[in-house]
């Protein structure tokens, strides 16, 4: 019993000591200001104007920068070529992006065999040496250099016909 009105006596005089004076009277103040102010009208949001997309339609057209191809040597090309790309091989990582989109950095020889490190668009850097496909275009590289690789594509020619197009990709140097 006298545990419990020790207690007790505690619990009021923490209880009373808490509630001595007004330490917020500023924040009162404050408070007591801005809802006497007059409240005002909030602007509505303007109107959002609709999204309309953009269809690019120009993406199997050929690229501006590359030159454009004679018809008839396409023609005769496709006469004397049964060239075809394998479609039942196994897509390489590179040849998701296209040829343009990537760079050589550098070359690396390991095991007396030349390497090319090719930088994609992400920014990722790949070893790849002879035989290896980068490109969308079945791009199959045939010889690596120091400063640069060679890429042999298989080109639709817009029929049923393929060609092939040597490109090469030059080592990209620091400045």
Same mark, same amino acid.
Do not use: C, M, W
């Given at each position: 019993m006298m545990f419990s009105r020790w207690v007790l006596a505690?619990?009021?005089?923490?209880? !009373?000591?808490c509630s001595g004076?007004?330490?917020y009277a500023d924040l009162d103040a404050f408070v007591a200001e801005k809802r006497a102010a007059p409240s005002g009208q909030i602007t509505p949001i303007p109107a959002l104007k609709a999204y309309r997309a953009f269809s690019y339609t120009a993406s199997g057209l050929r690229a501006p920068f590359n030159r454009p191809v004679d018809v008839k040597e396409i023609a005769r090309l496709?006469?004397?070529?049964n060239? =075809?790309?394998? #479609?039942? /091989?196994?897509?390489e990582f590179l040849e998701?992006?296209? #040829?343009?989109?990537m760079t050589v950095v550098g070359t690396v020889r390991l095991d007396g065999v030349l390497w090319a490190l090719v930088k994609d668009p992400d920014g990722g850097v790949h070893r790849v /040496? =002879?035989?290896?496909?980068l490109g969308r275009n079945y791009g199959k590289i045939i010889d690596v250099a120091e400063n640069y690789l060679t !890429? !042999?594509?298989?080109?639709s020619t817009g029929g049923d016909g393929w060609v092939e /197009?040597?490109?090469?990709?030059? #080592?990209k140097v620091r400045k």
């Open positions: 505690a619990s009021v005089a923490s209880l !009373v000591a004076g007004n330490q496709e006469a004397t070529s060239i =075809k790309p394998d #479609l039942k /091989r196994e897509k998701q992006f296209s #040829l343009d989109s /040496r =002879k035989n290896n496909y !890429v !042999v594509e298989i080109v /197009r040597p490109r090469s990709l030059e #080592l």
